[in-house]
């Protein structure tokens, strides 16, 4: 059995329809997911499908990158990855929690005896 979906999507003043049949599985999983969030099951299923979009737009423009990564020559390829490599390590340090980073690390301390 199926349930029936409609979708408004669009700007503010004005929204596109998109209706969509969904199975009775994800249909109790969705009404649940939106009483959870006190959101309607409208609003609920347009952020999942534009988190969904999102992600194979940006799914895509990484193959499109590694693809031209592909193409050129290893050398120049080599160059570009280490010149992208500190801003890369850059951001991650800033995402990063230190004390996690920290508490990881000395989890790791060596055995009592031995010097490395």
């Known amino acids: 059995m199926y349930a029936f979906l409609s979708l408004d999507f669009s700007g503010a003043d004005r929204m596109g329809v998109l209706s969509l049949r969904l199975d009775d599985e994800l249909d109790a999983r969705l009404t649940r997911e939106a009483k ?29 990158v590694a693809r031209a990564a592909r193409a050129l020559d290893p050398a120049e390829s080599r160059a570009m990855a280490e010149e992208a490599l500190p801003s890369g ?15 990881a690390r000395s989890s790791k301390a060596r055995p009592k005896g031995r010097s490395g």
């Open 89 to 103: 390590n850059e951001a991650l340090l800033a995402s990063e929690p230190r004390t996690a980073y920290r508490a």
């Open 36 to 64: 959870r969030e006190n959101q309607s099951r409208s609003e609920l299923a347009r952020e999942a499908l534009g988190a969904f979009l999102r992600e194979r737009e940006r799914q895509r423009f990484i193959d499109e």
